[in-house]
């Protein structure tokens, strides 16, 4: 995809977070004590309109299904886009996953982020997502930096290159749970992924992180398209404080376009993620996806007429910020 050649109107493939269909569960059930279950997530995120997959994190919504979590998914007409990895299943890993200071702690993660790729290919889904939020630190003197930074260039390399086909994805974040993570943001893990040096991995845009990590989201997503593979879109939005998991473009719509657009014109072409809490609040999670694919929508009809605006390649060659914003809000406003 060249800038030359934007394609037509993108028919967008979405997905969501399965834990958003836990919010106002008695909206759908009915007043009642118990939590919903996995497949009961599944069912319902099966009632949005255009909703089309969903992410699942591992192993956590592997544990309480009677069949096979992806076989449940599919059975409701949906598909599983990716595994996403959660280190939450030792309490040892909160010291870290890759990155802990006991060998056999960091071996365990790695077993199971191998556990989770290999669930991921038997069922043919090419995606592992992981999050490494527990490898950092919180005060100075804690940690040997150097060695922490080999560690996690090691597990990276070694999840990797245990199955070629199956795309292994980072996601980063500059904090939370720990006070400093290893891979705060999009140079960092740039630079993680050149020193690995496996073919199958890239990169994670998460709106939120990318605008807590103070970076701007278009350029973020140029940068990895340039130096690795976007291979994952989490779209979302907040404060740039921290992850509020706020609906799509309700705070940065500009800069949410913005991104699109670049990410469109780099080619990427897979699922477009909706990782928003809408439990925080207790909204309809229902109406809250649709609201996001809604939002999407209408953002890459603004994508689509702005790269038909011969006007707007004009103002950027000069880099003129007035003329470049003036023919963005009036493509963003036209019926």
């Given at each position: 995809?060249?800038?030359?050649?934007?394609?037509?109107?993108?028919?967008?493939?979405?997905?969501?977070?399965?834990?958003?269909?836990?919010?106002?569960?008695?909206?759908?059930?009915?007043?009642?004590a118990e939590k919903p279950s996995v497949a009961e997530m599944i069912g319902r995120a099966a009632t949005v309109a255009g909703l089309k997959h969903l992410d699942l994190n591992y192993p956590d919504h592997f544990t309480d299904v009677a069949k096979d979590t992806i076989g449940?998914?599919?059975?409701?007409?949906?598909?599983v886009s990716g595994l996403a990895m959660r280190y939450y299943t030792d309490p040892?890993?909160?010291?870290?996953?890759?990155?802990?200071?006991?060998?056999?702690?960091?071996?365990?993660?790695l077993d199971l982020t191998?556990?989770?790729?290999?669930?991921?290919?038997?069922?043919?889904?090419d995606l592992m997502t992981i999050w490494l939020g527990q490898d950092g630190f919180d005060t100075p003197f804690q940690v040997e930096y150097a060695r922490l930074w080999e560690w996690e260039v090691e597990g990276i390399r070694e999840v990797a290159d245990h199955n070629p086909e199956v795309d292994i994805?980072?996601?980063?974040?500059?904090?939370?749970?720990?006070?400093?993570?290893?891979?705060?943001?999009?140079?960092?893990?740039?630079?993680?992924?050149r020193e690995a040096g496996s073919p199958n991995l890239g990169v994670t845009l998460d709106f939120a992180h990318i605008l807590y990590a103070n970076e701007q989201?278009?350029?973020?997503?140029?940068?990895?398209?340039?130096?690795?593979?976007?291979?994952?879109i989490h779209l979302n939005d907040g404060y740039a404080k921290r992850d509020d998991g706020l609906m799509v473009g309700s705070v940065h719509l500009v800069q949410t376009t913005e991104m699109l657009?670049?990410?469109?014109?780099?080619?990427?072409?897979?699922?477009?993620?909706?990782?928003?809490?809408?439990?925080?609040?207790?909204?309809?999670?229902?109406?809250?996806?649709?609201a996001n694919i809604a939002a999407v929508e209408a953002m890459l009809a603004v994508v689509d007429r702005v790269d038909a605006d011969s006007r707007l390649s004009d103002a950027v060659a000069r880099q003129d910020g007035?003329?470049?914003?003036?023919?963005?809000?009036?493509?963003?406003?036209?019926?």
């Open positions: 995809m060249t800038r030359s050649q934007p394609r037509e109107r993108n028919r967008a493939r979405y997905a969501s977070r399965l834990n958003s269909f836990a919010s106002a569960p008695e909206l759908y059930w009915g007043a009642r449940t998914v599919r059975d409701e007409g949906l598909d040892r890993f909160k010291q870290g996953a890759f990155s802990n200071p006991e060998a056999a702690v960091r071996r365990k993660a191998k556990a989770a790729i290999d669930t991921a290919a038997e069922a043919g889904v994805s980072i996601e980063y974040k500059p904090n939370e749970p720990r006070a400093f993570a290893l891979l705060p943001d999009m140079a960092t893990t740039l630079l993680a992924i989201p278009a350029y973020a997503a140029m940068m990895a398209a340039r130096h690795s593979r976007v291979l994952g657009r670049q990410v469109r014109h780099d080619g990427y072409d897979g699922v477009i993620y909706f990782d928003t809490f809408p439990e925080v609040t207790g909204l309809d999670p229902v109406a809250e996806c649709e007035i003329a470049a914003q003036r023919i963005v809000r009036q493509c963003m406003i036209q019926n």
